[in-house]
């Protein structure tokens, strides 16, 4: 059995090394932020920044895989590993090297000089280790299947040989704030995802058909959430009861009803843009997967919309986003039951609506009012796991 290290600490490393000037700044602080939000609480005081890196340090090798997991859920991480500290001389990377092997396996020595005015080259400390081959428990071997990172900072080496690809992306909050429609479906749950990657902090925006925020609490709702949480625990959620809607809707022709559905869910979803200050919305909609996702209707549904809006799935098949929400472990949620807001679904709903048409229905139908109304009786806060917590914008 190799013996089991104990770990010093976690060391963490950002991709995007383009980034310069404030923008590095602005990133890295966020990435601090977001690492210290999804720790184990007594972690958030054991971050710091070493040059171009992170570092956790760890209580107990037990806590390893806790923090490990959390760090595997942030944006922004290009990779991580857990490490031992060594001394700067030969001797002791050596003896710490042993550490991490068992007998016999062939290892590739993987050097980096992060602090460069000590005495060895990265080629002088592979050599050194050929050398003294004698005193190694493994193999260095150039093509070896294991790796060992050693990396020298000033005053010590950071030794680890089991790196983690993190996420990538960018931190969330990087990019602003975003208000994203999220349905009970699989694509939204996965756009969400695809918007936080790229920075974007959500405000997350739901219509629910069901009588009390109590009965919406039962459903799978609150597990769609939970399943974004990881990657941005700190998301506030806007319950907004379509029954309003609905009402309304009853007045025109049930061929109308989803693109006055889509036009309600665009203007609400502006309207808290503007309290919430995002400068952008985010859907699950996907180029022609329905009727209501032609580029016609899409343009006349969205039409008066002064926001961007972000669609990460346009260029998706159903196929490629249910095999994402799967490996996202969304899919199985997505399945379930769930009542749908826009309930009266036409057989026949229209696929090629002009901007103007659509305008006339929705004020004819009395529309205007309603994304306010509706706002006024959402229920609107942090979101704790469970429910929705009151709690003031940021
Ligand atoms: P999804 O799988 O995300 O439900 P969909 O394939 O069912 O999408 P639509 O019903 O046309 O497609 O919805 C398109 C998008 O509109 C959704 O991806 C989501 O962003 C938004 N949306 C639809 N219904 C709701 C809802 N009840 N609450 C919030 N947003 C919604
Ligand atoms: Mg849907």
């Known amino acids: 059995m ?4 104990e770990y010093d600490g976690i060391v963490i490393h950002f991709g995007e090394l383009w980034l310069k000037g404030r923008n590095r700044h602005d990133f890295i602080n966020a990435l601090m932020r977001n690492i210290r939000l999804a720790l184990p609480g007594e972690y958030a005081d054991r971050l710091e920044k070493m040059r171009d890196r992170l570092m956790l340090n760890v209580r107990s ?12 859920n942030i944006f922004g991480i290009s990779w991580f590993a857990p490490f031992r500290k060594s001394g700067t001389d030969m001797d002791s990377m050596i003896s710490m090297a042993n550490s991490f092997f068992s007998n016999g396996e062939n290892v590739k020595i993987e050097p980096h000089r992060s602090y460069k005015m000590g005495q060895m080259t990265s080629k002088d400390i592979v050599s050194n280790f050929i050398k003294r081959q004698a005193e ?8 070896g299947d ?3 990172y050693i990396d020298v900072l000033e005053d010590f080496c950071i030794v680890h040989s089991k790196k983690r690809i993190g996420l990538g992306g960018l931190p969330v909050g990087t990019s602003g704030k975003a208000v994203v429609l999220l349905s009970g479906g699989i694509d939204s749950p996965v756009a969400a995802y695809y918007a936080l990657k790229r920075g974007l902090e959500p405000v997350y925006l739901h219509f629910y058909a069901y009588g009390t925020i109590e009965e919406f609490y039962g459903t799978k709702m609150p597990k769609i959430l939970n399943s974004l949480l990881k990657y941005y625990p700190r998301a506030r959620v806007y319950a907004v009861p379509v029954h309003l ?7 025109e022709q049930q061929k109308y009803e989803v693109v006055l559905f889509k036009k309600f869910i665009y203007e609400t979803a502006h309207i808290i843009s503007e309290r919430e200050n995002a400068k952008v919305i985010v859907t699950g909609e996907s180029l022609g997967q329905v009727s209501s996702q032609t580029a016609e209707n899409l343009a006349a549904t969205s039409q008066g919309i002064r926001c961007l809006i972000f669609r990460p799935l346009l260029g998706f098949d159903k196929q490629e986003i249910i095999t994402k929400s799967k490996e996202l472990g969304m899919y199985d949620i997505s399945i379930m039951p769930y009542k749908d807001a826009c309930s009266l679904r036409s057989r026949n709903p229209v696929t090629r609506i002009s901007p103007s048409a659509l305008e006339s229905i929705y004020s004819r139908a009395g529309m205007e009012q309603i994304p306010r109304q509706s706002i006024e009786k959402a229920s609107v806060g942090f979101w704790n796991g469970k429910s929705i917590e009151r709690g003031p914008s940021q």
């Open 2 to 5: 190799p013996e089991k290290p």
């Open 61 to 72: 090798s037990e806590d390893v895989g806790a923090c490990m997991d959390a760090l595997s």
């Open 136 to 143: 190694l428990k493994f193999v260095p071997e150039k093509l």
């Open 146 to 148: 294991k790796k060992l």
């Open 245 to 251: 809607f609905q009402i309304s809707a009853m007045k």
